[in-house]
């Protein structure tokens, strides 16, 4: 299985932010379809932030629509998560994962894991004061 390296993790105050990087270095990651899912130990894992990559096309779960954005930079290979606004309801593992199956953006948030032909290690972000 190929492999994603997330990073940028950590404790943050509500209301700050924090930057996810999902970078990958034996495939080229503006061929795929990227995800970006979280998961709370007990609970189901949830799809954040998905990018269709033929059209640019994006999708953001509600819980954090007008907070969080995904975006891609190709020269460096990496795939962020900025979120903004954070609150404790956020704490989570953060997941990057991509595939090259077409899906348009919303359904690849909702895809099941067998869909992704990558993953990465997840990022553990914690939303604390």
């Known amino acids: 299985q190929l492999q994603l390296v997330e990073s940028g993790g950590g404790l943050v105050q509500p209301g700050g932010s924090l930057r996810l990087s999902c970078a990958a270095s034996?495939?080229?990651?503006?061929?795929?379809?990227i995800a970006w899912f979280r998961q709370v130990p007990g609970k189901e894992r949830e799809g954040v932030s998905c990018m269709y990559v033929h059209d640019g096309s994006t999708y953001d779960a509600d819980f954090v629509k007008g907070r969080f954005t995904i975006s891609i930079d190709n020269a460096k290979n990496t795939v962020y998560l900025q979120m903004n606004d954070l609150n404790p309801e956020d704490t989570a593992t953060y997941y990057c994962a991509a595939t090259v199956l077409s899906l348009d953006a919303d359904r690849l948030c909702v895809a099941p894991p067998n869909y992704f032909g990558a993953w990465g290690q997840g990022t553990q972000v914690t939303v604390s004061s």
């Open positions: 034996e495939f080229t990651l503006e061929h795929y379809n």
